[in-house]
């Protein structure tokens, strides 16, 4: 399971990373690797708010702790 299949899950629940998982789910260029720098960039480049790319930070580190 990919960090982006892993994220998917959250997307219609009641839960802090929903929102992200709800954009990850509707954006079809979304990196479909576990390469987490590389995603770090592909949010960066996509949205300018600090606390969505804390929010991604945050999901990663979840995704690894639950690997």
Do not use: C, R
Request: glycine share 2%; hydrophobic share 35%.
């Amino acid at each position: 399971m990919t960090f982006k299949d892993w994220i998917q899950g959250f997307a219609k629940m009641d839960h802090p990373f929903a929102e992200i998982a709800t954009a990850i789910y509707e954006d079809d260029n979304f990196p479909t690797d576990d390469d987490y720098e590389k995603i770090i960039v592909y949010v960066k480049q996509q949205v300018d708010l600090e606390n969505k790319i804390q929010s991604i930070s945050d999901a990663i580190e979840e995704y690894k702790k639950n690997k």
